[in-house]
């Protein structure tokens, strides 16, 4: 296989020259130029992409830390990472931690260690606030994804999860209904927290009544949350309206309403949050009105933050916030 050196001799040049070439500088005479790109494609000769990065210091490459690569959740996200990325020609590394702090740290250490220009970091749990630590502390390039850590000085791309919980309770308001209820996801995330304060906000702020029923507390899944519907609809609890802080326990809620014989959106209306799918695949659900996450954009924002402080490394902090999207489907009008 030929080397630079190969190259230069060849041509008849310095290995300088070719390296002018090769990385597409000025200070090259057009017949040099042409000489030594017709001795490169004599010999197929492909630069040592490593060895360039040294010499550049620069690889072109940035690298993602989430947990799940395989939930189809997360799909849109990765798709807006990858195409913000190839648009601006850089690769990009996706490790997946699977919930195991020790593995993404280690795939922080990987990926700061020289093979990216920066990292990406994403998660909303609790637990992740040593991952974002770690990522903003091992790089001054990188981007935190659903982190509100104020006192974390890195870049970082948010929604607005407060704001988009305050809408759908409004919508469920305005239309008129008066026993509302809020059904939670796992509290164990900071956009559990987040939403549950939107709708205490929004039920206070139009002099909703709220009690010890008005907030049942489930997790990311169907069966907590269809276990608890069907707890407080079997006391002789009937609200008309529920507000749910993601669309799998909204989903738990659905299968105790239809299994009690609730018309939905008649005697029942349910907003979820995420524009997910159910976990049940043998159970027909009405299509269900949400707070969509706009996670492509967020991805490509992501991207385009990071890529910015690669090109400006003593610019101020950036946050880039992002808003919900209600949409409205069968479950409410």
Do not use: W
């Not at 939670?184 to 929004?202: H, I, K, P, S, W």
């Not at 209306?269 to 996670?295: C, E, H, N, W, Y």
């Amino acid at each position: 296989m030929a080397t630079i050196t190969d190259i230069a001799r060849q041509a008849n040049v310095s290995r300088t020259l070719v390296s002018r070439v090769l990385n597409n500088k000025p200070g090259v005479s057009p017949e040099n130029r042409k000489r030594i790109l017709e001795v490169i494609e004599q010999n197929h000769y492909i630069p040592n992409g490593l060895a360039k990065s040294l010499v550049l210091r620069k690889t072109n490459t940035i690298g993602v830390v989430m947990n799940d690569l395989c939930n189809d959740f997360f799909f849109q996200l990765i798709a807006g990472l990858q195409d913000a990325a190839e648009a601006r020609d850089y690769n990009i590394l996706f490790c997946s931690g699977r919930r195991d702090m020790a593995a993404k740290l280690k795939y922080v250490d990987y990926l700061t260690g020289g093979c990216t220009d920066g990292i990406i970091a994403y998660g909303s749990c609790h637990d992740d606030e040593g991952l974002f630590r770690y990522a903003a502390e091992k790089s001054a390039n990188c981007v935190l994804i659903e982190s509100n850590l104020s006192d974390c000085t890195a870049d970082r791309i948010l929604l607005d999860n407060f704001h988009g919980a305050y809408a759908a309770t409004e919508h469920l308001i305005r239309q008129g209904r008066k026993h509302i209820i809020h059904v939670t996801c796992d509290m164990n995330y900071d956009v559990g927290l987040e939403r549950l304060n939107g709708f205490v906000q929004a039920m206070h702020d139009y002099r909703m009544p709220l009690g010890p029923d008005s907030i049942l507390y489930a997790d990311h899944f169907e069966d907590i949350a269809c276990q608890q519907m069907k707890k407080r609809l079997s006391a002789g609890i009937r609200p008309d309206a529920c507000f749910a802080g993601a669309d799998k326990p909204a989903f738990g809620v659905l299968r105790a309403a239809m299994e009690a014989g609730l018309s939905v959106p008649a005697d029942l209306a349910v907003i979820g949050f995420d524009d997910d799918v159910p976990d049940s695949k043998d159970i027909l659900f009405p299509p269900l009105s949400t707070m969509r996450q706009p996670l492509y954009e967020m991805g490509k924002a992501g991207v385009t933050l990071l890529l910015d402080r690669i090109a400006h490394p003593d610019r101020e902090t950036a946050t880039k916030t992002f808003q919900a999207e209600l949409v409205l489907r069968k479950t409410c009008p």
